[in-house]
């Protein structure tokens, strides 16, 4: 029953997704600006349509707090997702109970709050990787700010390399580094990686994507991927 329940909230995060970029006319109504360019999911066009996070207690307010700040402050200059995306990390991290979540691409930690926002409630943890020690530098004081430094591990270095040392199983993958390298760290994270896990793949538009990844993860009988237009691929390890 519980992975029924699972696989059901997952469908209906998706579907919104589609949905709410179907109702905006595609890219044209997107924010952009993030990690390597336009995309994202975006918010339907209109007050009436657009929705704001809720805070349910006080540590949520905090973090929703610092998140804000640096949406308004400094995102674009730093290559995080737009709040949309992070919001839908968020979704689909609480609605896996994720246990371990592993980002490649700290950027200033944006979406590694927005992680941690969902596994502070699951009782999970975030390997995040960066190879830019000033961007790591302005990551850690974000986390720091949010109160989720303890659920966070930072890894600096090459991740090709580091992301050997990730022990499994592995809930969520979360790619939005090099785009020429989201193959190869899915090649070594994929065994990792528990049946029912997401490959979560950032600025997956024509002429970002790499298309030796797009084949792989399309190819695959053991995965099942959806390519959302906003710039967003959603793949699932079957059971």
């Given at each position: 029953?519980?992975?029924?329940?699972?696989?059901?909230?997952?469908?209906?995060?998706?579907?919104?997704?589609?949905?709410?970029?179907?109702?905006?006319?595609?890219?044209?109504?997107?924010?952009?600006?993030?990690?390597?360019?336009?995309?994202?999911?975006?918010?339907?066009?209109?007050?009436?349509?657009?929705?704001?996070?809720?805070?349910?207690?006080?540590?949520?307010?905090?973090?929703?707090?610092?998140?804000?700040?640096?949406?308004?402050?400094?995102?674009?200059?730093?290559?995080?997702?737009?709040?949309?995306?992070?919001?839908?990390?968020?979704?689909?991290?609480?609605?896996?109970?994720?246990?371990?979540?592993?980002?490649?691409?700290?950027?200033?930690?944006?979406?590694?709050?927005?992680?941690?926002?969902?596994?502070?409630?699951?009782?999970?943890?975030?390997?995040?990787?960066?190879?830019?020690?000033?961007?790591?530098?302005?990551?850690r004081e974000n986390f720091k700010k949010a109160g989720v430094e303890e659920q966070i591990t930072l890894v600096m270095g090459d991740a090709h390399e580091k992301v050997n040392d990730v022990e499994g199983p592995i809930d969520i993958v979360f790619l939005d580094a090099d785009k020429e390298g989201y193959l190869d760290y899915m090649q070594k994270l994929l065994p990792k990686l528990r049946a029912g896990g997401l490959i979560i793949a950032?600025?997956?538009?024509?002429?970002?994507?790499?298309?030796?990844?797009?084949?792989?993860?399309?190819?695959?009988?053991?995965?099942?991927?959806?390519?959302?237009?906003?710039?967003?691929?959603?793949?699932?390890?079957?059971?």
């Amino acid at each position: 029953m519980y992975r029924k329940v699972v696989v059901w909230g997952l469908a209906l995060v998706m579907a919104a997704g589609v949905v709410g970029y179907a109702a905006m006319g595609g890219r044209d109504g997107m924010r952009g600006g993030q990690r390597g360019g336009p995309g994202g999911m975006g918010t339907m066009a209109g007050d009436f349509m657009r929705t704001e996070p809720l805070a349910k207690d006080d540590a949520e307010t905090k973090i929703l707090e610092v998140l804000d700040v640096m949406d308004r402050t400094g995102r674009r200059g730093n290559m995080n997702v737009p709040k949309e995306d992070g919001r839908l990390l968020r979704l689909l991290t609480e609605s896996l109970q994720a246990k371990k979540v592993v980002e490649l691409g700290t950027s200033t930690g944006y979406s590694g709050i927005w992680f941690a926002l969902a596994l502070r409630k699951t009782g999970g943890v975030l390997i995040t990787h960066e190879i830019d020690e000033a961007r790591a530098s302005v990551a850690r004081e974000n986390f720091k700010k949010a109160g989720v430094e303890e659920q966070i591990t930072l890894v600096m270095g090459d991740a090709h390399e580091k992301v050997n040392d990730v022990e499994g199983p592995i809930d969520i993958v979360f790619l939005d580094a090099d785009k020429e390298g989201y193959l190869d760290y899915m090649q070594k994270l994929l065994p990792k990686l528990r049946a029912g896990g997401l490959i979560i793949a950032h600025n997956m538009n024509p002429g970002q994507a790499d298309p030796r990844f797009v084949q792989a993860i399309t190819t695959d009988k053991n995965l099942e991927t959806l390519l959302l237009q906003g710039g967003v691929s959603v793949t699932m390890k079957k059971h």
